[in-house]
């Protein structure tokens, strides 16, 4: 198996203890011909963007001169739409937010807005969280703190009486309970994925919010709005950097509920899970960090094994729960 770990800082990707019969060498994102020629010699099917988000462009652009399947986890909004439009003059797949939020949020919601005759009112909302809190914040690094921050500044989309909406970030909030817990909700950026486009003009109200620990969005909105720290993200990450402990004991809350009517009746329909850590040779893996990495391999497999998807943009409510369930295990 040939792998390229193409990033821009050169440090090296330890995977030779994980993936057996291994070639692994180190390419410069900055250096696209590099890329472009390495993937020729190699005959390299797809490359998989997993770089902070104002990388992912970068990798985009390097698929489309290489002629190879695409695939990303972004979860930044403008990235996604240049992805689109470069997966619009190519015979590859090209899928972005093949992650979790978006991601595999988009395939749960998908399956059961299908299940409804008229959809009135959906609520996608997804917690990566410590599962033991000390930090004042009430929360832990589990992720890109790059990407965490741009979910927190950047504008939020959804679908307000069955037409796209702007909402700002961090509003909106809400407690919600699960499993007898308390937790948080409030806009974050980008979670919707592509359903605000699926299903413009087809569900009356449809949004995404963050869940956290109660208190979390409070001290937020100080940092980013009173403080106004909202343009200036590489503070914020510096900050988040150097206050807030990295964990790997985190929980991932996945719940999604839809209400409408079917077969004449108004109904609800949810979906509920929690996803924890685990080992796995011989290393103690996030929640997160297996979440994502199931969603990237599993809308991989479905082109390159199944011939799942047409060429171009690749949607993730293309894929269906049974499938998503079927390939992951």
């Not at 809350?253 to 609800?268: D, H, M």
Request: glycine share 4%; net charge neutral; proline share 3%.
């Amino acid at each position: 198996m040939h792998i390229a770990d193409i990033q821009a800082d050169r440090k090296p990707l330890q995977l030779g203890k994980y993936v057996h019969n291994l070639t692994h060498c180190i390419l410069d994102i900055n250096h696209q011909q590099n890329v472009q020629a390495y993937t020729t010699q190699h005959d390299i099917q797809a490359l998989a963007a997993a770089l902070p988000y104002f990388l992912t462009k970068k990798m985009a652009e390097a698929a489309k001169a290489s002629n190879v399947n695409y695939f990303d986890l972004t979860e930044d909004v403008e990235t996604t739409r240049y992805v689109e439009t470069l997966a619009q003059s190519t015979s590859k797949v090209f899928a972005s937010q093949c992650g979790l939020a978006p991601g595999f949020i988009s395939v749960v919601t998908n399956d059961l807005i299908k299940q409804f005759d008229e959809t009135d009112t959906v609520k996608m909302r997804v917690g990566a969280l410590p599962v033991n809190v000390s930090h004042p914040l009430q929360y832990a690094l589990t992720w890109s703190t790059e990407g965490l921050i741009n979910e927190y500044v950047k504008s939020c989309e959804a679908i307000c009486n069955y037409q796209n909406v702007t909402l700002e970030p961090l509003a909106d909030l809400e407690t919600i309970k699960i499993d007898g817990l308390t937790y948080e909700a409030f806009n974050t950026s980008g979670g919707i994925g592509s359903l605000k486009d699926t299903y413009k003009g087809k569900v009356k109200n449809l949004n995404y919010k963050t869940v956290r620990y109660p208190g979390h969005c409070e001290k937020l909105r100080f940092l980013i709005n009173d403080l106004k720290l909202r343009n200036k993200q590489e503070l914020l990450c510096e900050i988040f950097n150097n206050a807030i402990p990295r964990v790997e004991d985190d929980v991932v809350l996945v719940y999604v509920s839809v209400e409408g009517t079917i077969n004449g009746v108004y109904s609800e329909r949810h979906f509920t899970k929690k996803y924890h850590s685990q080992e796995a040779f011989g290393q103690k893996w996030s929640a997160l960090q297996l979440a994502t990495a199931c969603g990237l391999c599993v809308t991989i497999d479905l082109p390159l094994k199944e011939k799942h998807f047409k060429a171009g943009f690749a949607k993730q409510e293309d894929i269906s729960l049974q499938h998503r369930v079927r390939r992951a295990s």
